[in-house]
Protein backbone atom coordinates (compact mmCIF):
# COMPACT_ATOMS: atom_id res chain seq x y z
CA UNK A 1 0.00 0.00 0.00
CA UNK A 2 2.92 2.38 0.24
CA UNK A 3 4.69 2.15 -2.27
CA UNK A 4 1.13 2.30 -4.05
CA UNK A 5 0.72 5.84 -2.50
CA UNK A 6 4.48 6.56 -3.09
CA UNK A 7 4.22 6.10 -6.81
CA UNK A 8 0.28 7.86 -7.00
CA UNK A 9 1.76 11.35 -4.79
CA UNK A 10 4.96 10.24 -7.91
CA UNK A 11 2.91 10.75 -10.59
CA UNK A 12 0.54 13.80 -9.29
CA UNK A 13 3.71 15.96 -8.60
CA UNK A 14 5.24 15.27 -12.14
CA UNK A 15 1.42 15.85 -13.72
CA UNK A 16 1.65 19.42 -11.94
CA UNK A 17 4.94 19.84 -12.74
CA UNK A 18 4.88 19.03 -16.60
CA UNK A 19 2.74 22.27 -17.06
CA UNK A 20 4.95 24.81 -14.91
CA UNK A 21 8.32 23.56 -16.59
CA UNK A 22 6.31 23.97 -20.15
CA UNK A 23 6.48 27.79 -18.88
CA UNK A 24 9.84 28.34 -18.10
CA UNK A 25 11.83 30.49 -20.08
CA UNK A 26 14.50 29.02 -21.89
CA UNK A 27 18.06 29.33 -20.63
CA UNK A 28 19.84 32.82 -21.25
CA UNK A 29 15.81 34.49 -21.45
CA UNK A 30 13.16 36.16 -19.71
CA UNK A 31 9.61 35.44 -19.66
CA UNK A 32 7.67 38.00 -20.75
CA UNK A 33 4.03 36.71 -20.17
CA UNK A 34 0.82 39.36 -21.26
CA UNK A 35 -0.02 42.04 -19.42
CA UNK A 36 -2.67 42.18 -16.93
CA UNK A 37 -6.58 42.61 -17.87
CA UNK A 38 -8.53 45.15 -16.89
CA UNK A 39 -12.41 45.98 -17.12
CA UNK A 40 -14.60 48.95 -17.36
CA UNK A 41 -16.68 48.07 -15.06
CA UNK A 42 -16.76 45.26 -12.66
CA UNK A 43 -20.52 44.78 -12.61
CA UNK A 44 -22.76 45.08 -15.56
CA UNK A 45 -26.63 44.53 -16.99
CA UNK A 46 -27.84 42.29 -19.46
CA UNK A 47 -27.72 44.57 -23.16
CA UNK A 48 -24.61 46.75 -21.36
CA UNK A 49 -21.56 47.38 -23.31
CA UNK A 50 -18.13 46.06 -21.29
CA UNK A 51 -14.41 47.08 -22.15
CA UNK A 52 -11.55 44.72 -21.67
CA UNK A 53 -7.91 46.28 -21.99
CA UNK A 54 -4.39 46.09 -21.06
CA UNK A 55 -2.15 48.02 -21.29
CA UNK A 56 1.59 48.06 -22.83
CA UNK A 57 4.04 44.98 -21.48
CA UNK A 58 6.60 46.30 -19.33
CA UNK A 59 9.08 43.50 -21.46
CA UNK A 60 8.91 42.95 -25.22
CA UNK A 61 7.36 40.57 -26.13
CA UNK A 62 7.42 41.44 -29.35
CA UNK A 63 3.74 40.04 -30.60
CA UNK A 64 4.08 41.35 -34.46
CA UNK A 65 2.52 44.29 -36.67
CA UNK A 66 -0.95 41.88 -37.24
CA UNK A 67 -1.00 40.90 -33.38
CA UNK A 68 -4.61 40.04 -32.36
CA UNK A 69 -6.49 39.21 -28.08
CA UNK A 70 -8.87 36.92 -28.47
CA UNK A 71 -11.56 37.42 -25.60
CA UNK A 72 -13.88 34.49 -24.61
CA UNK A 73 -16.86 35.23 -22.11
CA UNK A 74 -18.46 32.82 -20.24
CA UNK A 75 -21.53 32.65 -18.02
CA UNK A 76 -21.82 31.64 -14.76
CA UNK A 77 -22.95 28.24 -16.35
CA UNK A 78 -19.51 28.04 -18.36
CA UNK A 79 -21.09 28.54 -21.54
CA UNK A 80 -18.92 30.73 -23.83
CA UNK A 81 -21.19 33.61 -24.56
CA UNK A 82 -18.96 35.41 -26.77
CA UNK A 83 -15.52 34.72 -28.57
CA UNK A 84 -13.95 36.87 -30.77
CA UNK A 85 -10.86 38.17 -32.17
CA UNK A 86 -9.32 41.88 -32.10
CA UNK A 87 -6.50 44.49 -32.85
CA UNK A 88 -3.59 44.13 -30.33
CA UNK A 89 -0.60 46.17 -30.45
CA UNK A 90 3.23 44.85 -30.59
CA UNK A 91 3.48 45.01 -26.89
CA UNK A 92 0.65 43.44 -25.72
CA UNK A 93 -1.39 46.53 -25.61
CA UNK A 94 -5.32 46.20 -26.58
CA UNK A 95 -8.67 47.49 -25.82
CA UNK A 96 -11.89 45.54 -26.70
CA UNK A 97 -15.42 46.50 -26.46
CA UNK A 98 -18.07 43.78 -26.19
CA UNK A 99 -21.94 43.89 -25.88
CA UNK A 100 -23.83 41.40 -22.91
CA UNK A 101 -26.98 39.65 -24.17
CA UNK A 102 -29.90 41.34 -23.71
CA UNK A 103 -31.10 37.94 -22.02
CA UNK A 104 -27.83 37.54 -20.26
CA UNK A 105 -28.69 35.15 -16.92
CA UNK A 106 -27.22 37.04 -13.61
CA UNK A 107 -24.62 35.69 -11.81
CA UNK A 108 -20.61 35.70 -11.70
CA UNK A 109 -19.25 35.66 -15.53
CA UNK A 110 -15.92 35.35 -16.55
CA UNK A 111 -13.71 37.43 -19.62
CA UNK A 112 -10.69 36.26 -20.73
CA UNK A 113 -8.41 37.55 -23.17
CA UNK A 114 -4.93 36.26 -24.09
CA UNK A 115 -2.95 36.73 -27.57
CA UNK A 116 -4.92 34.86 -29.99
CA UNK A 117 -2.58 32.40 -32.27
CA UNK A 118 1.01 32.82 -30.22
CA UNK A 119 2.29 30.75 -27.77
CA UNK A 120 1.69 33.30 -24.95
CA UNK A 121 2.28 31.04 -21.95
CA UNK A 122 6.25 31.04 -22.69
CA UNK A 123 7.06 34.05 -24.92
CA UNK A 124 10.79 34.83 -24.07
CA UNK A 125 11.30 37.90 -26.17
CA UNK A 126 10.67 36.49 -29.81
CA UNK A 127 8.08 36.47 -31.97
CA UNK A 128 6.36 32.96 -31.00
CA UNK A 129 3.46 32.89 -33.89
CA UNK A 130 2.56 29.51 -34.02
CA UNK A 131 2.16 27.75 -37.52
CA UNK A 132 2.48 24.79 -39.34
CA UNK A 133 5.34 21.76 -38.18
CA UNK A 134 7.63 20.14 -40.41
CA UNK A 135 4.90 17.44 -40.56
CA UNK A 136 1.88 19.54 -40.74
CA UNK A 137 0.60 19.24 -37.59
CA UNK A 138 -0.55 21.88 -35.93
CA UNK A 139 1.26 23.27 -32.54
CA UNK A 140 -0.71 23.09 -29.54
CA UNK A 141 -0.30 25.94 -26.98
CA UNK A 142 1.51 25.11 -23.44
CA UNK A 143 -1.39 24.71 -20.70
CA UNK A 144 -1.30 27.77 -18.44
CA UNK A 145 -3.55 29.73 -16.32
CA UNK A 146 -5.73 31.72 -18.40
CA UNK A 147 -5.65 35.37 -18.03
CA UNK A 148 -9.56 36.21 -16.72
CA UNK A 149 -11.37 38.35 -15.06
CA UNK A 150 -15.01 37.85 -12.99
CA UNK A 151 -17.83 39.98 -13.72
CA UNK A 152 -21.13 40.38 -11.70
CA UNK A 153 -23.63 40.52 -14.72
CA UNK A 154 -26.30 42.10 -11.93
CA UNK A 155 -30.55 41.88 -13.01
Not at 36 to 49: F, K, R, V
Not at 53 to 70: E, L, M, V
Not at 72 to 96: H, K, L
Request: charged share 15%; glycine share 8%; proline share 11%.
Amino acid sequence: MRKLTAFLVASAVATVALPVAACSPQPGSQPCFPPPLSLSTATAAPGDSVMVSAKDATCNPRYGPHAQIKVEVFDSAGTMVVERTGPMNDAGGFSFNFELPVAAVPGTWMVSAFPHDVDWCDDTGRNNRVGRGPGGEDMQRVSCVLPSLELLVAP
